[in-house]
Nanobody, 119 residues
Framework: QVQEVESGGGLVQAGGSLRLSCAAS??????IGWYRQAPGKEREFVAG????????YYADSVKGRFTISRDNAKNTVFLQMNSLKPEDTAIYYC??????????????WGPGTQVTVSS
């Protein structure tokens, strides 16, 4: 079964940038979503992209700051995060998802990648 693995997290100062990667173990023709979970909070949708890359979706909290993209030749989805804020601190996960804005995650969650934004 195809599985996605996240990477690229780290510690950054407020206003800084990070680029997360979501590498799939095989070819997928599914929408992919990025989600995050902050300490003490539920996991929430951050951004999504259709399998063709033609449609993208964002949570209001990241719109204008984050950009999702994909390279299907490399089975990889990216999340470029700019103008980071302390409230963006969370573990970030990617997952194949059903269609629509947030969609429904389709596979077991991976370990995620930690993003920490210091003020």
């Amino acid at each position: 079964q195809v599985q996605e693995v996240e990477s690229g997290g780290g510690l950054v100062q407020a206003g800084g940038s990070l680029r997360l990667s979501c590498a799939a173990s095989g070819r997928t023709f599914l929408d992919i979503g990025w989600y995050r979970q902050a300490p003490g909070k539920e996991r929430e949708f951050v951004a999504g992209i259709s399998w063709s890359g033609g449609s993208t979706y964002y949570a209001d909290s990241v719109k204008g700051r984050f950009t999702i993209s994909r390279d299907n030749a490399k089975n990889t989805v990216f999340l470029q995060m700019n103008s980071l804020k302390p409230e963006d601190t969370a573990i970030y996960y990617c997952n194949a998802k059903s269609g629509g804005v947030a969609g429904t995650p389709l596979r077991p969650w991976g370990p995620g990648t930690q993003v920490t934004v210091s003020s």
